[in-house]
């Protein structure tokens, strides 16, 4: 996942951008929708929520990482999403500059 803010560096045009990583895991799963209607096709939509302690100094806003035990209950309709969508305890993101 990437994020990008002002550039620190003075004189700099582009902004500085970050990556962030799932400290100790190879891959994460992101909370999204999926749905299919004739006006569009098919859409999808990444849900997003107040940043968690990793993310804060970044944006204001992250999109929502499900921890890996939470997978399954997500693509479960008998589990409230409610239940699944919160911030990663703090050290769960690494953040690197890359740009």
């Known amino acids: 996942m990437t994020e990008f803010t002002d550039p620190t560096e003075k004189g700099k045009k582009r902004k500085d ?6 400290v100790g895991e190879p891959v994460f799963a992101i909370a999204g929708i999926w749905r299919e209607t004739e006006e569009v096709g ?3 939509t990444m849900l997003t929520m107040e940043p968690g302690p990793d993310i804060a100094p970044y944006h ?3 999109i929502v990482i499900l921890e890996r035990e939470a997978w399954a209950d997500w693509l479960d309709p008998s589990v409230s ?4 969508i919160k911030p990663l305890p703090a050290g769960s993101l690494s953040a690197e500059q890359v740009g």
């Open 81 to 84: 999403a409610k239940t699944l």
């Open 60 to 62: 204001d806003r992250q």
């Open 17 to 22: 951008k970050w990556l962030f990583r799932k």
């Open 42 to 44: 098919e859409a999808f």
